[in-house]
């Protein structure tokens, strides 16, 4: 309930800029700027095997952090819109790998712990908010929330390294095409950040091992991250 309320107060009467406190505005036109970057893919250094190309918007700084934070922890629903315009011209990035399928979006799932705590699932919200402006500019996407699930309890990520990241992730994720039925889709992965992309190369391997190998990935930020000199990490077979 405080969640929703504070969610609401924020919808009525945006108080200032989540990035630079700027009065009368969720998010500024300088800090909301990086949102409207033309999409480009990324590669996280080191590069976690079985990563699928990754399309992103933005980097993982200051007003774009502030937003996704506030996003997802604060239930700031006033950020939705920002976000999703972003990650669909993601999507639709991502989308030139589909071979002229329909893209299925796949969201990375939230735990049930993370859902529990938030009170609902930011990811879903966002990537339904995207795909519905994909619809509108004619792009047939649809989402399914169901076909990536947690096999086993994670911690959280925050903090840890690439290779505990890894560590912590490795075979978490479980996934099933039984809901898949019809002609075929492209998919496509979908997450709010990339950081060390354990958690998407994970998720990408759920998926193929349940015969739905993802095309892509499509993301709104890219953290930077600089391989430090004493980690000689091979990086062969990653994206691309």
Same mark, same amino acid.
């Given at each position: 309930m405080p969640r929703l309320l504070?969610?609401?107060?924020?919808?009525?009467?945006?108080?200032?800029?989540?990035?630079?406190?700027?009065?009368g505005t969720d998010l500024c036109p300088p800090c909301a700027a990086p949102l409207r970057d033309p999409p480009r893919?990324?590669?996280?250094?080191p590069c976690p095997l079985g990563l699928p190309p990754v399309a992103a918007i933005a980097a993982y700084d200051a007003g774009v952090r502030a937003a996704l934070v506030h996003h997802k922890e604060r239930a700031a629903y006033s950020l939705t819109a920002h976000l999703a315009d972003a990650l669909a011209r993601a999507v639709a990035h991502?989308?030139?790998?589909?071979?002229?399928?329909?893209?299925?979006l796949v969201p990375v799932p939230s735990?049930? %712990?993370?859902? $529990? =705590?938030?009170?609902d699932d930011p990811l879903l919200r966002?990537?339904?908010?995207?795909?519905?402006?994909? +619809? /509108?500019?004619?792009?047939?996407v649809t989402v399914e929330a169901a076909v990536v699930r947690h096999g086993r309890a994670v911690r959280d990520s925050a903090g840890?390294? %690439?290779?505990? $990241? =890894?560590?912590n992730l490795a075979g978490a994720f479980d996934a099933t095409a039984e809901r898949l039925r019809g002609? +075929? /889709?492209a998919v496509l992965l979908v997450d709010d950040l990339v950081t060390t992309g354990a958690t998407l190369a994970e998720a990408a391997r759920a998926l193929r091992r349940a015969g739905l190998p993802p095309v892509a990935c499509?993301?709104?930020?890219?953290a930077r991250r600089r391989l430090p000199p004493d980690l000689g990490v091979v990086t062969r077979g990653a994206a691309g």
């Amino acid at each position: 309930m405080p969640r929703l309320l504070s969610a609401l107060v924020d919808l009525a009467v945006p108080a200032a800029c989540v990035g630079c406190g700027a009065w009368g505005t969720d998010l500024c036109p300088p800090c909301a700027a990086p949102l409207r970057d033309p999409p480009r893919w990324v590669r996280p250094t080191p590069c976690p095997l079985g990563l699928p190309p990754v399309a992103a918007i933005a980097a993982y700084d200051a007003g774009v952090r502030a937003a996704l934070v506030h996003h997802k922890e604060r239930a700031a629903y006033s950020l939705t819109a920002h976000l999703a315009d972003a990650l669909a011209r993601a999507v639709a990035h991502a989308a030139v790998t589909a071979d002229e399928c329909a893209p299925l979006l796949v969201p990375v799932p939230s735990s049930a %712990a993370a859902r $529990r =705590a938030r009170g609902d699932d930011p990811l879903l919200r966002l990537v339904r908010a995207a795909a519905t402006r994909l +619809r /509108r500019s004619g792009v047939p996407v649809t989402v399914e929330a169901a076909v990536v699930r947690h096999g086993r309890a994670v911690r959280d990520s925050a903090g840890l390294s %690439a290779p505990d $990241r =890894a560590a912590n992730l490795a075979g978490a994720f479980d996934a099933t095409a039984e809901r898949l039925r019809g002609p +075929r /889709r492209a998919v496509l992965l979908v997450d709010d950040l990339v950081t060390t992309g354990a958690t998407l190369a994970e998720a990408a391997r759920a998926l193929r091992r349940a015969g739905l190998p993802p095309v892509a990935c499509a993301v709104v930020a890219h953290a930077r991250r600089r391989l430090p000199p004493d980690l000689g990490v091979v990086t062969r077979g990653a994206a691309g």
